[in-house]
């Protein structure tokens, strides 16, 4: 995660001068930040096991990044809810739920052969190594079908219609403004 953060820096920073700029509308601002920004610092994050701290240190790179293309000094009191709205993100959490359900979605479609669709049924056997255990992206996506109070069966059925997965996915997550 460091590496993607600092990745996701060095990015911001080389487009220094254009934040900086005052001739360029906050809009293309901000389209050029989540095409040349956040897309290197989400690359495949959905396939993480991401963890709530993980997460908030994404979301504390964006607000500080955004802040930045808004000349909100520090001094300034605002909160995170209204930076979202005047820049129209969403938060990092959602943003990640959101890629995460659409690649289960898309490793849903492959065909039956496929490693990636294999790993969602896969029962490792033999014995586990003591302590707790590993979180791992099988798990994760058990607790997310779990916690969108579905069954996998179902899931599975509206993953094979594009067109019905995006409406379950957007009934998780609204798309953003």
């Given at each position: 995660?460091?590496a993607r953060?600092?990745?996701?820096?060095a990015a911001?920073i080389?487009l220094?001068?254009?934040?900086?700029?005052?001739?360029?509308?906050l809009?293309?601002?901000l389209?050029?930040?989540?095409s040349?920004?956040?897309?290197?610092l989400l690359y495949?994050?959905?396939?993480?096991?991401?963890?709530t701290?993980c997460?908030?240190r994404?979301?504390?790179?964006?607000?500080r990044?955004?802040?930045?293309?808004?000349?909100?000094?520090?001094?300034?009191k605002i909160?995170?809810?209204?930076?979202?709205e005047?820049?129209r993100q969403?938060?990092?959490?959602?943003?990640?739920g959101?890629?995460?359900w659409?690649?289960?979605?898309?490793t849903?479609?492959?065909p039956?052969g496929?490693?990636?669709?294999?790993?969602l049924d896969?029962?490792p056997?033999g014995?586990?190594s003591?302590?707790?255990?590993?979180?791992?992206?099988?798990?994760?996506?058990?607790?997310?079908v779990?916690?969108?109070g579905?069954?996998?069966?179902?899931?599975?059925?509206?993953?094979?219609?594009?067109e019905?997965?995006?409406?379950?996915?957007?009934?998780?997550?609204p798309?953003?403004?």
């Open positions: 995660m460091k953060i600092g990745k996701a820096q911001f080389t220094g001068r254009f934040w900086k700029a005052r001739d360029i509308s809009k293309t601002k389209r050029i930040f989540n040349n920004v956040k897309s290197v495949g994050f959905e396939a993480w096991n991401a963890s701290t997460t908030k994404i979301q504390v790179f964006i607000n990044c955004l802040r930045r293309i808004l000349r909100i000094k520090w001094t300034d909160s995170n809810e209204s930076l979202w005047r820049t969403i938060p990092a959490g959602d943003e990640i959101r890629r995460r659409r690649w289960i979605g898309h849903l479609r492959k039956c496929s490693i990636t669709k294999n790993v896969w029962n056997q014995k586990r003591r302590g707790r255990p590993r979180g791992t992206w099988r798990r994760v996506t058990d607790n997310d779990k916690d969108s579905h069954k996998w069966n179902h899931v599975k059925r509206v993953a094979q219609d594009r019905r997965w995006r409406g379950f996915v957007d009934g998780l997550y798309a953003p403004r």
